[in-house]
């Protein structure tokens, strides 16, 4: 009798240890089947982050192929005004004829220039964001890189 109780309990104990390991087995699977889920998940993910990529950097190629609305020169259609800023421009730009200009008053000229068309434009609500800090950023505003587009436009108007 002692032996069918020994087989009996050592029986027992082995199917207490079979139903631990068939637990921690479905929880393995569930915690694998999650991992997949997941896994999936982020790969879709990321393949659309990667195609949305591709789009924009195609589109920012073909944006600096094309000229900027600062660089192409104003027609006579456009306004009066424009067509006479161009001649302003050069005028302000040319050294005079009597003393030459050191080499390094060149570089300052063309800021200059650039500062003064800079000047000339407001910013206003077709400004993109990034340009608009930009803008706060060369005026020497500061603090400037967590403010919304219309505080942007307050602070610089």
């Not at 637990?23 to 393949?47: F, G, I, N, Q, V």
């Not at 001649?87 to 500062?115: I, K, N, V, Y």
């Amino acid at each position: 009798m002692p032996a069918k109780k020994k087989s009996a309990a050592a029986e027992k104990e082995l199917k207490a240890t079979v139903k631990k390991l068939r637990s921690k087995l479905e929880r393995a699977e569930a915690r694998t089947k999650r991992w997949k889920d997941k896994a999936r998940t982020l790969e879709k993910s990321m393949a659309e982050s990667e195609a949305q990529r591709k789009k924009l950097t195609k589109r920012n190629k073909r944006l600096a192929k094309e000229p900027s609305p600062e660089q192409v020169p104003a027609t006579a259609t456009d306004a009066p005004e424009a067509a006479i800023l161009p001649e302003l421009e050069q005028a302000d730009s040319t050294p005079p004829e009597s003393e030459p200009e050191p080499a390094s008053a060149a570089p300052r000229a063309r800021r200059r220039a650039a500062s003064s068309a800079a000047a000339r434009e407001t910013p206003d609500a077709s400004w993109s964001v990034v340009r608009l800090r930009a803008e706060a950023r060369s005026r020497g505003l500061s603090g400037m890189s967590n403010k919304s587009k219309a505080d942007l436009l307050e602070a610089l108007s």
